[in-house]
T-cell receptor, first 109, second 114 residues
Framework: SQQGEEDPQALSIQEGENATMNCSYKTSINNLQWYRQNSGRGLVHLILIRSNEREKHSGRLRVTLDTSKKSSSLLITASRAADTASYFCATDAIGKLIFGQGTELSVKP | EAGVAQSPRYKIIEKRQSVAFWCNPISGHATLYWYQQILGQGPKLLIQFQNNGVVDDSQLPKDRFSAERLKGVDSTLKIQPAKLEDSAVYLC????????????FGEGSRLTVL
């Protein structure tokens, strides 16, 4: 069963703009992770945020977590064409990682 | 450090045939996962191993799917007999096993069932 739901399902922006993707989940979690998947490739881990953290940064990535609303957001600043990919949130609730359906991001040069 | 290795990368079979996928995780990683990813969807966990023991296989269709991890290192996922709806990418991932931290994924094995 899928726990996380990403919004929007697809997002198209111009290079240099910021991209924001949201993830909602249903149960209490230990941590939430974001992954990227380029077309035809495996998933690559981007960032992990624990349930007692509210915000985390990694390069051009900013992740927030609101456990009261059971939601997270991923912000990619100053996007590049190379950021074109699918982005998935994944929640760890009971020792296993459950993925959402993903957001397909297209960054046009 | 070598990544997660999977083979074959692509496989086309007819329905009711059998297929096997192989995965070699990152050296020293105790936990190994098999995920099924249908086109346009997120990965769905099929089975999780801790060393050579099964931690979770609640989503594995056990009437046709089987998986093993002998000696706690590499793993094989088998489908027999295959159905059309098994067409998907089968992703193997591993982690160091210290709680559910970062997963390292292989490139996946794309299965097409005709």
């Amino acid at each position: 069963s899928q726990q996380g739901e990403e919004d929007p399902q697809a997002l198209s922006i111009q290079e240099g703009e910021n991209a924001t993707m949201n993830c909602s989940y249903k149960t209490s979690i230990n941590n939430l992770q974001w992954y990227r998947q380029n077309s035809g490739r495996g998933l690559v881990h981007l960032i992990l945020i624990r349930s007692n953290e509210r915000e985390k940064h990694s390069g051009r990535l900013r992740v927030t977590l609101d456990t009261s609303k059971k939601s997270s957001s991923l912000l990619i600043t100053a996007s590049r064409a190379a950021d074109t990919a699918s982005y998935f949130c994944a929640t760890d609730a009971i020792g296993k990682l459950i993925f959402g359906q993903g957001t397909e991001l297209s960054v046009k040069p | 450090e070598a990544g997660v290795a999977q083979s074959p990368r692509y496989k086309i079979i007819e329905k009711r045939q059998s297929v096997a996928f192989w995965c070699n995780p990152i050296s020293g990683h105790a936990t190994l996962y098999w995920y099924q990813q249908i086109l346009g969807q997120g990965p769905k966990l099929l089975i999780q191993f801790q060393n050579n023991g099964v931690v979770d296989d609640s989503q594995l269709p056990k009437d046709r799917f089987s998986a093993e991890r002998l000696k706690g290192v590499d793993s094989t996922l088998k489908i027999q007999p295959a159905k059309l709806e098994d067409s998907a990418v089968y992703l193997c991932a591993s982690s160091s096993g210290r709680s559910t931290g970062e997963l390292f994924f292989g490139e996946g094995s794309r299965l097409t069932v005709l």
